[in-house]
């Protein structure tokens, strides 16, 4: 008779053990970057920007980061300098003997280049995708991004935070009575279905026809405003026209008012008397891009608990998705 005997190995199992946590800043971000410091509940590590007479930079950190998770904030709006600073920061760490380095980049710069739409162009998001890596970072973490596809140009993980969270509160603490989600292109559409079903609301299209970038041809409504509160939903405010003329159009088809949502305020040349111009109610954004001018018609909403939040998910091995939950 033949028997068998099984044997049983116990092994203590040893609790996780978390590596030291330091956030730093570029000079791009510091504003954003104090508050998600202050939401963590860790103060802002020490870097300084050497400066050269030429405009060269260089980035030192003044702390040790060896052995740390390191938390690099700085959004990648323009200049580029903030891009390259950005790189600058990542190298110094990766040759510090960093553990770990994810890039904070509340505002992806460049995310608008993000396909061959003509003959002969860069496709600069994947670009910035392959100069982050090479640069040395094992994450990275953003917030709506132009298009979630960008995603799959990085070969490391992506937390792609949803601004969503921080919107739908604010726009439910209006008390908007018709509430009709509104996206001021096609190629929005999804956005705005995705934003419309946490007030299970309509969603109507502004269709608009471009001579070329930043300017259009011609605009037309897909859908019935009549009497409607209207939400426009868009990822980028820049020159703030769309926005105008897609609100001047709700409008003028019998709306009883119209706002917009965007999340990257980034308002270049006088998009903000464009949009104090405006039949706009309001311009609600975040801090991803620090404003740089004030405006009545301008709330700005702050990313930094959820930043905070999703990068102490990130050290103690926490699930990010569950930030989405509004």
């Known amino acids: ?80 300098d903030n891009l390259m600073e ?7 760490a990766k040759r510090a003997s960093a553990h770990y380095i994810t890039a904070v980049v509340p505002y992806y710069g460049l995310a608008r280049q993000d396909r061959k739409d003509k003959p002969r162009v860069a496709i600069g998001a994947k670009l910035v995708a392959n100069l982050l890596k090479s640069a ?28 969503s969270v921080i919107f739908v509160p604010y726009i439910k603490s209006l008390g908007l009575k018709n509430l009709t989600i509104a996206s001021p292109d096609m190629g929005g559409s999804y956005r ?36 409607q509160d209207v939400v426009l939903i868009d990822d980028i405010c820049d020159t703030a026209g769309t926005l105008s003329k897609a609100a001047a159009l709700i409008m003028e088809n019998g709306a009883a008012s119209v706002r917009a949502v965007c999340t990257h305020a980034v308002l270049s040349g006088k998009a903000v008397e464009t949009v104090e111009n405006s039949v706009l109610t309001e311009l609600i954004v975040t801090d991803t891009i620090p404003l740089k001018q004030e405006s009545s018609k301008i709330r700005v909403l702050s ?24």
Do not use: W
Not at 138 to 145: A, C, E, G
Not at 204 to 223: F, H, T, V, Y
Not at 303 to 325: K, M, P, Q, W, Y
């Open 1 to 80: 008779m033949i028997r068998f005997f099984l044997t049983v190995n116990y092994t203590r199992t040893m609790p996780l053990q978390f590596n030291p946590v330091k956030l730093f800043s570029g000079t791009g971000s510091k504003g954003l970057s104090l508050k998600i410091a202050e939401h963590y509940g860790k103060p802002l590590g020490s870097v300084t920007i050497h400066k050269f007479s030429d405009g060269e930079f260089q980035p030192s950190f003044d702390e040790s980061v060896r052995g740390s998770d390191v938390f690099l904030i700085q959004s990648t709006y323009q200049p580029s």
């Open 136 to 163: 040395g970072i094992h994450r990275i973490m953003t917030m709506d991004l132009h298009a979630a596809q960008i995603q799959g140009f990085f070969d490391i993980p992506v937390d792609h935070l949803d601004g």
């Open 303 to 326: 990313t930094a608990s959820l930043f905070a939040r999703a990068i102490a998910n990130v050290n103690e091995h926490g699930s990010i998705s569950d930030l989405f939950r509004v």
């Open 86 to 92: 950005l790189l600058l920061m990542i190298d110094a």
């Open 192 to 227: 705005a279905r995705t934003f419309a079903k946490f007030f299970n609301a309509e969603v109507i299209i502004c269709d608009k026809r471009r001579k070329r970038a930043n300017e259009i041809e011609s605009m037309s409504i897909i859908g019935d405003v009549h009497g």
